[in-house]
């Protein structure tokens, strides 16, 4: 289970001091690729249609603008996020005029059973992945709230095949993460935790099956960048 404990370090992590800083520091350690991932996943994404989309964990909007750029007219995106500094920065953007923000942590959701034609998680999943049974219920959540057939989309750090490249990844994570992230941000322990959290995350494989015990059906993924990151989708039967 999700503890108080956990909710407040979260909020903490994504405090104001983080917000301002964190789409610039996004860019700076990836390299740029975090935007072209994320609108690579929005396309995948939009491909599925329905008219009501839902970005979970949406931190400053990046992924719920993306998805608003391609949605059809007469779509409605929710964007939902536990930290209240990072939908704010979301909200003041021009884009996000047209997008409903919304406070919850995702492991309550209230929305209704089959609410959404597609639910989306980006650079978010480590952050609800306490435990692999957290995990697959914080899965099943968002599988409960799409439609019969609506679509799942994860983008997120993954695991390179490759041993070699593996750990060339792991060792770029150790020496740059925490240092450049903190020294940019103000916040060392936030991205410790993002230092800490990379390496440990699932393969795909491993991300693919988690999906399925949550009841997600055909359930594919994409490697992206020789594996350090990966686009699932799967749909709900």
Not at 39 to 59: E, L, P, S, V, Y
Not at 69 to 87: F, K, N, Q, W
Not at 95 to 117: H, M
Not at 138 to 148: D, E, V, W
Request: with cysteine.
């Amino acid at each position: 289970m999700r503890s108080a404990s956990t909710d407040t370090f979260v909020k903490n992590t994504f405090s104001p001091r983080v917000s301002k800083t964190y789409e610039l520091v996004n860019r700076i350690l990836t390299f740029g690729f975090d935007a072209l991932w994320r609108r690579r996943a929005a396309r995948i994404a939009a491909a599925g249609g329905g008219t009501k989309w839902a970005d979970m964990c949406t931190g400053t909007g990046d992924m719920a603008l993306c998805l608003s750029r391609l949605a059809p007219e007469g779509t409605s995106i929710h964007a939902v996020d536990l930290s209240i500094p990072m939908l704010l920065k979301a909200q003041r953007k021009p884009e996000a005029r047209n997008i409903l923000f919304v406070v919850s942590d995702v492991n309550a959701l209230e929305f209704p059973d089959g609410s959404f034609d597609l639910v989306t998680i980006s650079f978010a999943t480590r952050n609800i992945s306490l435990n692999r049974d957290v995990l697959a219920k914080s899965f099943a959540g968002f599988c409960r709230i799409l439609k019969p057939g609506g679509l799942f989309v994860n983008l997120e750090t993954s695991q390179p095949s490759s041993v070699l490249i593996r750990k060339l990844y792991h060792f770029y994570v150790r020496l740059f993460v925490k240092p450049a992230g903190g020294l940019i941000s103000g916040n060392y322990p936030a991205y410790a935790y993002l230092a800490y959290t990379i390496p440990r995350f699932y393969t795909p494989e491993e991300l693919s099956v988690i999906m399925r015990e949550a009841g997600f059906k055909n359930v594919t993924h994409k490697k992206l960048l020789f594996g350090v990151a990966a686009i699932h989708q799967g749909t709900k039967g």
